[in-house]
């Protein structure tokens, strides 16, 4: 799931922080791809709360679809229903392949350890990498492709040999 942020501040700051971080994050992807021997796909999913059952998706994912072709007052109790249930949210996921080998990278979580200082996948909890602000409240685009980089260039060393 992604990060709650409540203050307003830095959830100004993620918001400022997130997009250049995406870009660099897949213009670095695109760049190690082309030196390496596994090959890139990217990919929307759903990702789903933690112990949410598979009957359950099936439940949800069947009443996203019925919204789309009801009355308005059956939409009104297909919408309370929803309200009850656990929803995912859209995540965007890179699948490398190299022969049988398959590894799947959720490019949101990339993006949470950039602009995160100490980011932990699940955690809540975050804490903005200001040093990625520069002192007029704008992106510092040297320390984000530095930081960046080093994440990208950590993932891909960390790939089975």
């Not at 501040?9 to 897949?26: G, Y």
């Not at 080998?101 to 699940?122: A, K």
Request: charged content about 25%; glycine content about 4%.
């Amino acid at each position: 799931m992604p990060p709650k942020i409540s203050n307003s501040v830095a959830w100004q700051q993620a918001e400022l922080l997130m997009q250049p971080a995406f870009i660099r994050v897949v213009d670095n992807i695109r760049k190690l791809l082309d030196v390496s021997s596994w090959t890139g796909t990217y990919q929307d999913v759903l990702i789903w709360p933690t112990g949410t059952t598979d009957e359950t998706k099936a439940i949800v994912t069947k009443l996203l679809q019925d919204l789309e072709a009801v009355t308005p007052e059956q939409a009104l109790e297909i919408r309370e229903t929803l309200s009850r249930l656990p929803m995912p949210h859209p995540g965007y996921h890179l699948c490398l392949q190299r022969q049988e080998q398959q590894i799947s990278i959720d490019l949101w979580e990339l993006c949470y350890q950039v602009c995160f200082r100490e980011y932990i996948p699940g955690n809540e909890t975050v804490n903005i990498d200001t040093s990625l602000i520069d002192e007029n409240g704008e992106v510092d685009w040297q320390r984000l492709e530095v930081k960046t980089k080093e994440l990208v260039e950590q993932v891909f060393a960390n790939l089975p040999e």
